[in-house]
T-cell receptor, first 111, second 112 residues
Framework: DVKVTQSSRYLVKRTGEKVFLECVQD?????MFWYRQDPGLGLRLIYF???????EKGDIPEGYSVSREKKERFSLILESASTNQTSMYLC??????????FGPGTRLTVT | LAKTTQPISMDSYEGQEVNITCSHN???????ITWYQQFPSQGPRFIIQ???TKVTNEVASLFIPADRKSSTLSLPRVSLSDTAVYYC?????????????FGSGTRLLVRP
């Protein structure tokens, strides 16, 4: 079975802190994605990566950056956390046919 | 990227067949149609994917007419555990910069 893991299920940070969210997949997928999900807004794509060191902006990249140094790991970085970044963050990796496998999610609260 | 339109919500009863239709009038030649299911506090889960005609797996069937401007996810004999949000997505899965755009989905409620 494909396994996508995220570093934390719950995280509480203070405004202005730098936050790292880690995602690891074990299926050698080239494509990886970061989404955030908020009530009433569905899933929104933040960034995605289709190869090591390659990244593309999604629909809401502002306030975020990403890092893909190794194929299995895709990190989301909040340079200076703000309260409007309180959300559920979901990481996914995808097969070459576009099947996405999601991690369990990280519920981030910024106070 | 082709935009999709689905009903916001649907109600059903245990044991019934549920059909959720998705419109994608601007679907491109290379686009595939993919459906995901999401339970509260979990990430979406892949259900089924197709390009044309009919696809069936152990969970669902996907019907795609010849013009491909819509698709229908069919869930046979639903149970309470099928209560979830279902997303229809369209995109060129073979594009190296392929990305999925999730819409609002259809919230299915299965009643006893």
């Amino acid at each position: 079975d494909v396994k996508v893991t995220q570093s934390s299920r719950y995280l509480v940070k203070r405004t202005g802190e730098k936050v790292f969210l880690e995602c690891v997949q074990d299926m050698d997928h080239e494509n990886m994605f970061w989404y955030r999900q908020d009530p009433g807004l569905g899933l929104r794509l933040i960034y995605f990566s289709y190869d090591v060191k390659m990244k593309e902006k999604g629909d809401i990249p502002e306030g975020y950056s990403v890092s893909r140094e190794k194929k299995e790991r895709f990190s989301l970085i909040l340079e200076s956390a703000s309260t409007n970044q309180t959300s559920m963050y979901l990481c996914a990796s995808a097969t070459y046919t576009g099947e996405q496998y999601f991690g369990p999610g990280t519920r981030l609260t910024v106070t | 990227l082709a935009k999709t339109t689905q009903p916001i919500s649907m109600d059903s009863y245990e044991g019934q067949e549920v059909n959720i239709t998705c419109s994608h009038n601007n679907i491109a030649t290379n686009d595939y149609i993919t459906w995901y299911q999401q339970f509260p506090s979990q990430g979406p889960r892949f259900i089924i994917q197709g390009y044309k005609t009919k696809v069936t797996n152990e969970v669902a069937s996907l019907f795609i007419p010849a013009d491909r401007k819509s698709s229908t996810l069919s869930l046979p004999r639903v149970s309470l555990s099928d209560t979830a949000v279902y997303y229809c997505l369209v995109g060129d899965v073979m594009d190296s910069s392929y990305k999925l755009i999730f819409g609002s989905g259809t919230r299915l409620l299965v009643r006893p």
